[in-house]
Nanobody, 127 residues
Framework: QVQLVESGGGLVQAGGSLRLSCATSGRTFSSYAMAWFRQAPGKEREFVAAISRSGGSTYYADSVKGRFTISRDNAKNTVYLQMNSLKPEDTAVYYC????????????????????WGQGTQVTVSS
């Protein structure tokens, strides 16, 4: 089991950058694939990015590919989301999530596949 706490959200102008952090607790952080999801008002929670246990594989939604970068530091039990060239449509509450992985498991992109969630952090991009 892990507990997750996001930070780093805020207000930024279009074209700017933010870096989100997700600090976790637990002794098995390296056993979890990690992901970021976001939810805008009136919309479904959507996949943003995911990273494998070792950090060797990453996955991105088409809408953020080339602008966002997910990374992890297993020594610090922390996952990051670097967001560059932000657009107003990136405005949402961003959530960190964890999925326990065994060898051979694929990294999921569906919200229902993740059992552990942070409380969310608001990102607002002004035009």
């Amino acid at each position: 089991q892990v507990q997750l706490v996001e930070s780093g959200g805020g207000l930024v102008q279009a074209g700017g950058s933010l870096r989100l952090s997700c600090a976790t607790s637990g002794r098995t952080f390296s056993s979890y694939a990690m992901a970021w999801f976001r939810q805008a008002p009136g919309k479904e929670r959507e996949f943003v990015a995911a990273i494998s246990r070792s950090g060797g594989s990453t996955y991105y939604a088409d809408s953020v590919k080339g602008r966002f970068t997910i990374s992890r530091d297993n020594a610090k039990n922390t996952v990051y989301l670097q967001m560059n060239s932000l657009k107003p449509e990136d405005t949402a509450v961003y959530y960190c999530a964890a999925d326990y992985q065994r060898p051979g498991n694929t990294v999921p992109v569906e919200t229902t596949r993740y059992d552990y969630w942070g409380q969310g952090t608001q990102v607002t991009v002004s035009s």
